[in-house]
Structures are given as structure tokens and as C-alpha cells.
């Protein structure tokens, strides 16, 4: 997010690593990646093992991944950039990863520009690992300025890799939250989401644009990056979104997937946030109708719904009625608070996979 800069020149220079041969790099990377898995789950519960020899062979297997990351093979790139999301997500690296930030960036671009849609997937997954192990700084802004441009060409491209286009989605959303340097910029990637999700409101004539279950899925991914960005949008930004943009949400409370219907009301729950932060008094036309609506999904016994789904949604709606129902001003933070917390925790579950990684 925008921040003053400082530069960290901390660490020692790259040393060479032997290379993995074409013939077993692909069966070397899976034995890597499975062990540092295992070390990573004992590190964690405490087992009895020598740190420096544990960190010491961390390191080494980290290398091969990131030789890996070029090589010729796409099953081997796609192998080790599933080793190297591992090992970002299950531990903080910042002095070795700080050393070699510039060769991980090189692979990621080459693997979203050159790759296919499962290559470009995990390259977009491991952007995010990489900029949230850098922090906010020059150094993952650096990061950030070459990947941007991908990220938004194939959020764009219609006819690129589905799955691609939703990881893309994600990667720009919390990349740009840690190392874009300028606002002015994250309303332009704002923009860039809103392009997509807000195909799913329902148009003038009441009438619903129907898409694909994947294409659903890159809606909700835009919806929740660009929830994100919005918690650090200026006051004057948050009244333009809130004119633009609350009384169309609610339409996407009757989308038929339920993640959608989730976002939405954890986005609404948001707006509704920022509106009363902004002004106490802040009053929504239509919150009698929207709190009717909020209640038949916190209650919702729609019997042609799973069960896990209707659980799932009746948990998350009785907090975001809670949320739109509040007639004073908030205190907390939206960090702090179990509605606003959601999207930002859908987020880093998509990078992490389980949850943060841990410090040394």
C-alpha cells in the first residue's frame, strides 16, 4: 500500500547451486517438497530437531526450487513452484528470499508470459507469498512493477486460462495492497475488478447475466480483491464507492453460488463500516428492505441448498445483519472485527493455504 520508502540491504551475496539434472529434477523437486513439509509440521510442533541443521537443509532445498523454477521442463517449473509456495507459506525467509528476490521475480514473469494455465496459477500464487515475505518496501515494489502488467493483461484476456484469471485476480489484489506505492494506482486496479464482478449485478431491466461456475469463481476472486484494496481507499474515494456501489451489491445476495452471496454480504457489511465511520449518523434508504434480505439468509432453510453451504451462510449473514443493523458509531477496526476480518482472511487463505506462516 502506499508508504515511505527505505531500502534494506541486509544479507550476504547469492552463492552458486549446483543445478538439477533434466533427467531427475522432476522426482528430486517432489522428494524436496515433501520433506520440507515434514520438517516445516515438526519445526511447528516443537520437535527435538537442531535448528541450525534445520534451517541449514530449509535453505538448500529452497535453492533447488528456485534453480528448478527455469528449467525446461514444465512439469518441473510447475513442481518447484509448488515447492517454493511450501516452503513461503509455511515459514518467514526474509534475509534468504531479500538475497535472491530478483531471480524468484525473473521465473514468476516467465512462467506467467510463457506458461500454461497451471504454470501461471502457481506463478500468480507464489507472487503474493513472495511480496508478503518481502513487506512493504522498495524491494517488493520493485517485485510488483514487473509482475503488474501480466497480472492485469491476463486478468483482462478473456481467452486465457480460467483458473489463471482468477489466481491473477488475487495476486494483484494483495500485491497491490503490500507494494504498490502510489493510491492514485490502486484505484486504477479497483477499477480493473469492478470491470469484472459487477457483470454479475443484476441489470436495469431486472434481468441476470448467467456464467459458468468458473467465471462465478473470478467474480467473487475480483469482489474480495477488491474489498481488500477498499479498507485503504481515502475518505473522498470510500463516498464515490458508496454512491456507486451500495445499492447495487445486494443484487449479488440473490446470485445462486453461495460464495458469492458471502462476499457480497461481507462486502456490504464493509461499505456499511466505512459509511459510519465516515459520518455516525450515516442512514441507508433501502436498510429495511436489505435487512429483510440479510435475515432470510441468516435463516435461510431453503431445502434445495446443502447443508454445509446453508451452515456456512447462516453463520457468516447473522454477523453481517449485525454489522448493517448498528445504529452508532463503531469503534473497532476493521481488522479487529469478525465480519470485516473475512475477506482479508479469504485472501491469505487462497496464498497460505492453512494459515500464516511462522517466524524463525
Request: one cysteine or more; a negative charge; hydrophobic letters at 40%.
Amino acid at each position: 500500500m502506499p508508504r515511505s520508502k527505505k531500502r534494506n540491504n541486509r544479507g550476504a551475496p547469492h552463492r552458486g547451486v549446483q543445478p538439477f539434472s533434466d533427467e531427475d529434477a522432476s522426482i528430486e523437486t517432489l522428494s524436496h517438497c515433501s520433506s520440507l513439509s515434514d520438517a516445516a509440521s515438526v519445526a511447528e510442533e516443537g520437535g527435538e530437531v537442531c535448528e541450525d541443521t534445520t534451517q541449514e537443509d530449509f535453505e538448500y532445498k529452497l535453492k533447488g526450487y528456485i534453480d528448478s523454477a527455469m528449467d525446461k521442463s514444465a512439469k518441473t517449473r510447475l513442481t518447484a513452484l509448488d515447492g517454493l509456495k511450501i516452503a513461503m507459506a509455511s515459514k518467514m525467509q526474509y534475509e534468504f528470499l531479500l538475497e535472491r528476490r530478483m531471480t524468484i521475480t525473473d521465473s514468476i514473469e516467465r512462467c506467467l508470459k510463457k506458461g500454461k494455465g497451471d504454470e501461471q496459477r502457481a506463478a500468480a500464487s507464489l507472487a503474493c507469498l513472495l511480496c508478503i515475505q518481502l513487506g512493504s518496501g522498495i524491494e517488493s515494489e520493485e517485485a510488483f512493477k514487473t509482475l503488474k502488467p501480466i497480472f492485469k493483461n491476463i486478468l483482462a484476456d478473456g481467452t486465457a486460462n480460467i483458473q489463471a484469471r482468477q489466481a491473477c485476480a488475487t495476486a494483484l489484489g494483495v500485491c497491490s495492497l503490500v507494494a504498490e506505492d502510489d493510491i492514485l494506482d490502486v484505484y486504477a486496479t479497483m477499477e480493473c475488478f469492478e470491470s469484472l464482478f459487477t457483470k454479475s449485478y443484476v441489470k436495469e431491466d431486472g434481468t441476470r447475466t448467467v456464467f459458468s461456475a468458473q467465471t462465478t469463481v473470478l467474480h467473487i476472486n475480483a469482489l474480495l480483491a477488491w474489498t481488500l484494496l477498499l479498507t485503504i481507499c481515502s475518505n473522498t474515494e470510500v463516498k464515490k464507492i458508496l454512491k456507486k456501489h451500495l445499492p447495487k451489491l445486494p443484487s449479488l445476495l440473490d446470485s445462486d453460488d453461495v460464495n458469492m452471496r458471502i462476499s457480497a454480504g461481507q462486502t456490504i457489511a464493509l461499505l456499511f463500516e466505512l459509511a459510519r465511520d465516515l459520518d455516525a449518523e450515516f442512514e441507508y434508504e433501502e436498510l429495511e428492505p436489505l435487512c429483510a434480505q440479510l435475515t432470510a439468509l441468516a435463516t435461510d432453510c431453503n431445502k434445495h441448498r446443502a447443508k454445509n453451504d446453508k451452515r456456512k451462510q447462516r453463520s457468516v449473514f447473522r454477523d453481517v445483519l449485525k454489522a448493517v443493523e448498528v445504529t452508532c458509531g463503531i469503534e473497532c477496526i476493521y481488522l479487529k472485527n469478525s465480519v470485516l476480518n473475512t475477506p482479508i482472511y479469504s485472501v491469505s487463505f487462497v496464498c497460505w493455504g492453512v494459515g500464516p506462516p511462522y517466524y524463525n
